[in-house]
Structure formats: C-alpha cells, structure tokens
C-alpha cells in the first residue's frame, strides 16, 4: 500500500511513512485508500488474542511489505510487555455503558498500546528503505508519549530518542517518569513553554534542512514517534476493533450493530484511530470528541473555525492541554475530499493567522460523524466522582473528561425522548491512563482530600480504592533524578541540544558503574 501527504506531492511505501515519520512538505502521511475489513474477518477475529487481531488490523495496511509472520511476531513481543492476559480489558460499568482499559502497558498510559509496537515497524522499515544512518525518534510530548517512547525505544539498536516536554506543563509522576529513564540512548529536556511550543519547534527541525543536514555528517537521521507518525497511529485502529469483538462475544451486541466511543483527545491521534477503524468498516454509530478547558477542537466542530488566538490552560488533565491539535490535518483533508492544496493553504494560515476555516457543507459531514463537547474540572470531578460513588469504579483524570462529556452527549441524544425511552445505544469509554499517574487530583475528586506530596496521594488513593499500585510508579519515589535540564523555547537552543546528542553526549544515569 502507498501513501500520501495531507499538502500533496510525494507519494511513498508504507516503510517509507514510518521512517520518514513527517513528509517533507510537512504534510502527515494517509493511506492512498483505507482498506476494509468484512463482517466475515471481524467474526473471524473473536477467535484471535489481542496481538493478533492487532495484527490483523495492521496487516490491512502493512502486511504487503513487512509480512504477516513479522507483524504477528512483533505484536505478540510487544503485548507481553503488558500486565494481565488482555492488553486492552473492556469493562462493564452499567447498562450500556462500558469502559475500554488501555494503560496495562510498561509506562501505564494508553501510548504503550502503540509505542511498544513501533520500534519493531520501525527497525523492519529500516532495513526495507535501505537507511544506513541511526534513527533519532524526536518527540515532543504533553505527557505520556515520551515515557512510552523512551522506554519503548531505550537501548534499541541503531536509534535515539530525544524528547521535550513543556517545563511545569506535566503532572509530576509523568515527569518522574522521564527523568529517571535508563537507557544509554536517550535524551530528554523540559522547555520553557507548553505542548504547543514544545510541538512547534520539533515540527521545524523536521522541516530545517540545515539542521538535517548536519545530523546526517553525524551519521543521524529524524523519525517521530508522535502520532504524526502513521507507525504510532496505526497500532491505535486495533484496540476499536478489539472492543466491538468483545461487545460482540459477550452478548451485548449482534454483528453489525453500531455503537458510539467516547474518546479523550487532545492532539486528536487516538479518536482518528477510531474514525480510520471506520473506514475500514467498523460500525460505528458516533465518535464522541472529549476536550477539557482547553476546548479548541470542541469550538472547531461546532463553528467551523479552528482558531488558537485563545488562552492555553492547565489542567488537571495535562496530556491535553493542547491547542494545535496536528492529527486534525489528516481529517480536515479527508472531508476536503483529499484537496491537498486547499489543506496545505489552510495549515499555513492556521500558522500565519491562527485559524482556518471550514465549508458549511465540510462541517455537515464532521458533525455526522462527531459529537465534541468539552469539560470543566467541575464537570471532571463530578464525573469521577459520581461514577466511584456509584460504581466502585476509579478512574484518571483524562478519562473523567470523557466521562463528563459522555453526560452531556446522552443529555442530546435523549432530550427529546420519553422517559424509559432513552436511547440504549452501547457506549465505550476510552480510558488513557491508570489513575495512579495522578494520585492528587484523582484522591480529590473521589475524597475531596488534597494532598501535595504524589506518593502520600498513592498511599491514601490505595486505602481508599483497595486498587493495587503499578510497581514501576511506586519504585520513581527511590529513583535518583538523571535528566534535570531545562532549555529556552528557542528553536536554535533546542537544536543544539539535538546536535550535542547526535554527536554522543550522553548524561550518565546516576549511580551507575563506572
């Protein structure tokens, strides 16, 4: 299969996407054409784990030029990493409403499902393209990208990885979580900035051919591990699939009924995950866009208009604290019609005016397919606490956003509806993290007890919950800090960071023998 820019130009293999990560016109890469997956192969896929049917999915798109055998391999390598015997457990809350558990993997935060997978599609893709060079997998994160990444990639043969994330922007077992990454190479360094500025300037080393150049004398070439990266996104399409299978062999629903997912999104990867699932047949009724106060995509479907001249917030929610949402491109192109040119015109006004604009016609079409709402922490807390009081049931902060938005999207669906005549339409929440990655505010939310201290919060979310504790998030308590620095949101100063990695300095791991 091939695939092409959202602005045109180029069209490449599926290996050349992945190790490219960003097109050279600074375009995202699509699939030429979305392939399907019958009725027959989704009844087939009940009978398959869930590294297979990850698998599965995958070879729809990949199978063609990294073989069936390799991406079944790769998947199963991957998901072993995993907690439980299932990598994406579908929980029961009430009635219809259901609860998709995505954060068993090494870092507890749903990219795991996807950043335990890439390295493998990256390393085949490699040798498929020819690439001599390392590969440096440059990330900017809001969160949990970079802790996935960077473990996912840590000692990788033949790769680097460097992050940023925003300096004050993370919650503060995520950045424990970077800070104290073994691995001899990696690279990671906070930014005097939020998400966006830390996005921004990694999307213009990608597109600097001076500073490529100078990594490739050093023997060094970019990749992404964002979901920029149709590598990191696909894996993402799976976990749809798996859902619907399991609502299918558990009763709840008949082959061909359509249900609605509910998705916390920020850099809007992981609900184009479900639409591109979609595409590929799955029946999906509505695709429920949760954003927090920081509603740029929540205003956008309901105007037409996406416009950043707004204030950025933090949140209790900080992986999405975000107001360039870049996976929005590959949609936006989509209802379009594929006109890469009229996309292209409207990313660079989106960088040159802050805001574009869409069709009336174009904006029919995405409210077909999308609900957006957005949360307040009020609306978040209420939600997580609601759903625990009730239910027994805890849950992160991201995922209250969803929880709060799926009350306002039931509210539409039955405003006009009789009581006991309510619409009994499935619905499955996405669940991005384990609660534990932000034991304050998720101990507030369900006790109203404000601690400061992270680990005191696990203590007392643990005797509150009877939830045990992710070992890996307890152990970051003992752990000395390795990676402390902070650089200026400049884009030279960045790049320099990036150069001294590429070059062979690396910041040693604490205690570690000489």
Known sequence: MYFI????GEKVTGAEAIVKGLAENGGLYVPEKFPKISQEEIQAMAEMEYPDRAAFVLGKYLADELGTE????????????FTGTDPAPLVKIDGNLFI?????????????MALTVLPYLLKKSAELTGVK?????????????GKAALEGFRDVKGTKVAVFYPD???????????SIQDGENVFVSAVRGNFDDCQRAVKNMFASEELCAKLKEKGVRLSSANSINFGRLAPQIAYYFSAYIDLVTSGQIEYGDKIDFVVPTGNFGDILAGWYAKQMGLPVRKLVCASNRNKVLADFFKKGVYDVKRA??????????ILVSSNLERLVFEVSGRNAKLTAERMQSL???KEYFVTEKEQAVLNEEFFAGFASEDDTVEAMYEIFDEYGYAMDTHT??????????????????EEGDEDKTPVVVLSTANPYKFPQDVLYALSGNDVKDSFKGIKRLNLLTAMKPPKCLIDLRYRPLRFKGVVDNDFAKMSAEILSFAGGKIIPVPDAKK
Do not use: W
């Open 133 to 145: 060079e390392d590969i440096m997998i440059l990330t900017a994160t809001s969160g949990d990208t």
């Open 168 to 178: 004050e922007g993370v919650a503060k077992m995520q950045r424990l979580q970077m």
């Open 70 to 81: 390799y991406l079944q391999e790769s998947c199963k390598k991957a998901y072993a990493t």
């Open 312 to 321: 950025f917030h933090r949140t209790m929610s900080p992986s999405m604290d």
């Open 100 to 112: 998709l558990e995505l954060f068993h993997g090494p870092t507890c935060a749903f990219k795991d």
């Open 400 to 417: 209250g956003v969803a929880l709060a938005v799926y009350e306002k999207y039931k509210e539409v669906l039955n405003k006009d509806r």
């Open 351 to 353: 960088q040159t005016q």
């Open 5 to 8: 820019s959202t602005r045109g």
